[in-house]
């Protein structure tokens, strides 16, 4: 069962995911929709409350570009996540250090040795840099390595 809640923002109804079971699948393109602000995924906050209404228990991303899979429980969305409105709407943000890592299948563009350790310290750097606006070339390089063979 799709789940659908309207964007106020834009006025029109939006896919949340699909409602398997007791899980919401929610698929994405991590070089689209990872907001890095937040260092995670976000979620409407409609939503979110429509799942625990629902009895959702896990919400499952799978990044399609990277093929990757993640699952967090909804009640620890709800509990630890933060609300933003980045122009789409009241939506409910969780940073990937509360997800579970479920699978991640090898392809070239996206090799084994990144790990979601270094996803994090890329992500963290990134926002470093950007909350201290240096001009860094080191650390920008860093970032640059991670960056690339994560999208």
């Known amino acids: 069962m799709k789940l659908l809640v ?3 923002a834009k006025n029109k109804m939006v ?3 699909e409602i398997k079971g007791d899980k919401l699948i929610k698929r994405v393109e991590q070089s689209k929709h990872f907001m890095r602000n937040e260092n995670g995924y976000g ?3 409609d939503g979110l409350m429509n799942m625990v209404k629902r009895r959702v228990k896990t919400i499952r991303i799978i990044e399609e570009d990277t093929r990757t899979i993640f699952e967090v429980p909804v009640s620890v969305w709800d509990k630890n996540g933060t609300i933003a409105n980045y122009g789409h709407g009241s939506q409910v943000f969780l940073s990937i250090k509360y997800y579970t890592l479920i699978k991640k299948e090898e392809s070239e563009s996206a090799p084994s040795e990144v790990t979601m350790e270094g996803r994090v310290a890329m992500l963290k750097a ?3 840099l950007q909350a201290n606006k240096k001009k860094d ?3 920008r390089l860093t970032i640059d390595k991670y960056y690339d063979t994560i999208k």
């Open 15 to 17: 896919l949340v995911g």
């Open 6 to 8: 309207k964007n106020t």
């Open 126 to 128: 990134w926002k470093d």
């Open 137 to 139: 070339t080191q650390l």
């Open 43 to 45: 979620i409407q906050a």
